[in-house]
């Protein structure tokens, strides 16, 4: 029963996400010879994976086109048609809704040019923009060299300017060593999904049922063996191509589905209430019965081709079970910031239903150590279908939070997940019995476990309601501040102590900690010179999960909270803050002429992508009343000491 903890435990490590500073494209530069006369200059893009490059016609507003600009002053050449560029995919962009054209990989552009007299090189730049599942760069210049006095020559060009590299020195490595760890956690919770769905109803009866039809087929022991880790391959590669499909059908634009994006996060809250609604016995999720009848029919030719069919066929009489479970996945992967996410994710999961099929015909012996199929099995898809409810409203409780409703603050959240992990307890309990559940006689020791571990958590939570931080679960609850009490049920007063007596215009104390704080960067930054102590800029996100976790369990720390309420001025700027702008304050945006900022997060946001190169969240800046930083800033730093050190430091530069 401690892999429903494992489960449980790994869907919340697998919601947050780290956030960063991208380098994610190089530019190198070639020349082919025509004639004496005739160039083609050849620059190559090379992407990072996950990431893609926007095509250079892009409809108005829509994001930033790729564009090459050919430095001709000198007069001495002239340009043959436009700037080619390769076929690339073209898909209907969620968030600027229209259809775009975007690269991935490599991308080769070519323009053809006609020179006059001695030519030696061709100076020009290329402005670019490229996005992955979760981020964008800012639009990017880079120069580009074509050297035509030796055409096989190459000059690679580093994709990134001078600005982006004082800001992160080493982010190609970073970004590939976090992708990394992204891709192993995506695994490693698929993987232990799947042997949660291994214990329903629907694929734990089979595993007998299938091992002694491969033992009893077979003429020999080995060949059963070598049929069973066939079919045992035969998942994997079913679910694999699962994986690839989603991610060749959707494509990394369509699963553009930020943290801070209404829409996905009340469409996954409905398809979660769906998926748990299945799990707790409303109805079952299963596809066309005439597939797994052709399916079946397929599976009696023999030989690999009906092994394959056979395995194809359990995936599909066991979807009422593993569909939840895979949609929950594959959502998760494609969100996760890769667009191999869902091909991880599909490998991992089926492994672990693929393996117990080898075992066991390896060793047809184990079978007599099985637990015999019943209702325990039915109590397995009511826990998965509890936790699905749960984390259901995280995702609700994001749109909240990003639509600024409070409708459902930090105690509303609480309160529900109180309720149902109580109602969970109950049940394990024996308390609460579900349309399918058998009679239940005794409880067994292992559901008694589970049920106290549950309990205890449920009591864990219950001081959150009087303002407790519950750090076990610091990612999920909205913050402290977007809260109905702040500072704690019955705490009238509205904060303990403070070092501020009273609080300027435009800024305001931060629950339960009494931080000052503005979300005005002018006004943040006037106060700053008026009292003489450095800004610290806080770009985050009402949504973003890094973000409160540090302010949960990095700021509270006594020497970052003295700094922050004693060194410093900060000032935190919601990127996704759909507060709209007065009337006055709206202006053009410097990104995207022609097109306005109407939202006060935009304002910061194209205030963060301009000026820092970044539009990642959490990112920290310390500078002084010159706004120059005093010191490199920042992303998510999880370790207390490393950021303390970096605020001493940055205050520190102060002068």
């Known amino acids: 029963m401690r892999k429903f903890l494992f489960v449980f435990i790994g869907l919340i490590v697998g919601l947050t996400a780290n956030s960063q500073i991208f380098e994610p494209v190089k530019w190198s530069t070639s020349v082919e010879k025509i004639s004496d006369t005739d160039y083609i200059l050849i ?43 390769p076929k690339g995919h073209i898909v209907d962009d969620p968030v600027f809704e229209m259809k775009i054209k975007f690269f991935d990989e490599t991308a080769v552009f070519k323009q053809k040019i006609v020179v006059e007299g001695e030519v030696k090189s061709i100076d020009a730049f290329v402005e670019f923009m490229a996005c992955n ?21 190459s000059a690679s060009n580093d994709s990134t300017d001078q600005d982006s590299k004082v800001l992160d020195t ?68 079913i679910y694999v191509l699962l994986g690839i499909l989603v991610s060749l059908i959707f494509g990394a634009d369509a699963l553009n589905a930020l943290s801070t994006n209404v829409w996905f996060n009340l469409i996954f809250f409905v398809l979660l209430l769906v998926f748990a609604a299945s799990f707790l016995g409303a109805f079952e999720i299963m596809l066309p019965n005439s597939w797994a009848n052709k399916v079946d029919s397929q599976a009696d030719r023999g030989g690999l081709v009906g ?55 390896a060793f047809p012996g184990w079978l007599n150590s099985l637990p015999k199929s019943g209702g325990w099995l039915n109590t397995v898809k009511v826990v998965l279908g509890f936790l699905e409810l749960a984390l259901a409203f995280k995702f609700l409780s994001n749109a909240d939070l990003v639509l600024d409703l409070h409708l459902f603050e930090r105690e509303v959240f609480i309160a529900v997940w109180i309720a ?37 958590f449920t009591i864990y939570m219950i ?97 970052v909270l003295d700094i922050l309420k004693n060194d410093v001025v900060l000032i935190s700027l919601y990127v996704d803050d759909k507060r709209k702008l007065k009337d006055d304050e709206i202006v053009d945006s410097k990104l995207k002429p022609g097109k306005k900022l109407k939202y006060i997060g935009q304002k910061w946001s ?9 539009n990642t969240q959490p990112l920290y800046v310390i500078m002084d009343h010159n706004e120059d930083n005093l010191i490199k800033p920042v992303a998510y730093t999880p370790d207390v000491d490393e950021y303390y050190n970096w605020l001493s430091e940055g205050v520190g530069n102060f002068k």
């Open 170 to 237: 080493d982010s190609s490595s970073t970004n590939t060593d976090d992708s990394n760890k992204g891709l192993w956690s995506i695994f490693f919770i698929a993987f232990f999904s799947g042997f949660a769905a291994l214990l329903t109803p629907c694929v734990f009866p089979m595993i007998p049922m299938t091992v002694s039809f491969f033992t009893k087929q077979s003429k020999t022991k080995a060949a059963g063996i070598r049929n069973a880790i066939i079919y045992g391959l035969s998942i994997i590669v």
């Open 43 to 85: 620059a190559k893009a090379t992407i990072d994976s996950g990431w893609h490059l926007y095509s250079q016609d892009v409809p108005e507003d829509g994001p930033i086109p790729t564009s090459f600009i050919y430095d001709n002053s000198a007069g001495n050449f002239t340009l043959s048609g436009n700037t080619s560029e």
């Open 606 to 614: 194209e205030l963060q992508t301009i000026k820092y190169k970044t």
């Open 133 to 153: 599942d979760k981020n964008c760069t800012p639009p990017t210049e880079v120069d580009l060299v074509f050297n035509l006095s030796n055409e096989a020559m």
């Open 307 to 361: 092994i394959f069919f056979m395995a194809l066929a359990l995936a599909i009489v066991s979807f009422s079970c593993t569909g939840p479970i895979v949609g929950t996945l594959l959502v998760e992967a494609a969100a996760g910031g890769s667009q191999v996410g869902p091909i991880v994710g599909m490998l991992g999961f089926s492994l672990a239903i693929a393996l117990p099929f080898a075992l066991f015909a």
């Open 420 to 456: 149902i992990f109580g109602a969970l307890a109950f049940y394990l309990f024996g308390k609460i019995q579900l349309p399918h559940d058998s009679p239940l006689t005794h409880i067994s020791v292992g559901r008694l476990g589970l049920g106290l571990l549950v309990l205890s």
């Open 463 to 559: 001081p959150g309601l009087w303002g407790a931080p519950l750090n076990l679960i610091s990612a999920f609850p909205p913050p402290q501040h977007y809260s109905e009490s702040p500072y704690g049920v019955g705490n009238s007063k509205g904060g303990g102590s403070s070092v501020h007596t009273d609080v300027p215009e435009g800024a305001h104390l931060m629950a339960p900690h009494d931080i000052l704080a503005f979300n005005d960067y002018y006004k943040g930054l006037a106060y700053a010179k008026k009292v003489g102590k450095p800004v610290m800029i806080d770009f985050t996100g009402k949504a973003c999960v890094n973000c409160r976790k540090m302010e949960q369990n990095v700021w509270v720390k006594p020497k």
